[in-house]
């Protein structure tokens, strides 16, 4: 069980860095687009596959957040990760509170959603 809750804090320390790295300026464009979107899947409190439907609802969790890191991890020059995992293990340490963010990210979803209902109708006006 500590081998878990070790793995589960490597994790969010991983995601803080993955948002730092999100914003730094020398990280490459395609690589800073992919983060943003990991994070805020990891932070959103929409899924993909709701969790209330038995094993897929958390699958998805399982499967696309860490991939997502693992595969930005891969793609962030290592200097910058290096720069940024220090930085996410001082935030990780104050633990702050951040309702902030989350209030953007599910803004951020609201009109992602509504810019895809517009898509559809436009696509299929046609």
């Given at each position: 069980?500590?081998q878990?809750?070790?793995?589960?804090?490597?994790?969010?320390?991983?995601?803080?860095?993955?948002?730092?790295?999100?914003?730094?300026?020398?990280?490459?464009?395609?690589?800073r687009?992919?983060?943003?979107?990991?994070?805020?899947?990891?932070?959103?409190?929409?899924?993909?596959?709701?969790d209330?439907?038995?094993i897929?609802?958390?699958?998805?969790?399982?499967l696309?957040v860490?991939?997502?890191?693992?595969?930005?991890?891969?793609?962030?020059?290592?200097?910058i990760?290096?720069?940024?995992?220090?930085k996410?293990?001082?935030?990780?340490?104050?633990?702050?509170?951040?309702?902030?963010?989350?209030?953007?990210?599910?803004?951020?979803?609201?009109?992602?959603?509504?810019?895809?209902?517009?898509?559809?109708?436009?696509?299929?006006?046609?």
């Amino acid at each position: 069980m500590q081998q878990l809750k070790q793995l589960v804090r490597k994790l969010k320390q991983d995601i803080y860095t993955v948002y730092l790295a999100s914003i730094d300026p020398r990280v490459p464009w395609y690589a800073r687009f992919l983060a943003i979107c990991v994070v805020a899947y990891a932070f959103s409190p929409i899924d993909l596959i709701p969790d209330f439907i038995p094993i897929l609802g958390y699958l998805d969790d399982l499967l696309i957040v860490p991939c997502g890191i693992w595969l930005l991890l891969k793609i962030i020059p290592p200097g910058i990760l290096a720069d940024c995992r220090e930085k996410a293990a001082e935030i990780s340490e104050r633990q702050p509170k951040n309702w902030v963010a989350a209030g953007v990210i599910i803004i951020i979803w609201f009109l992602l959603g509504i810019t895809a209902v517009i898509w559809v109708k436009i696509i299929f006006k046609n």
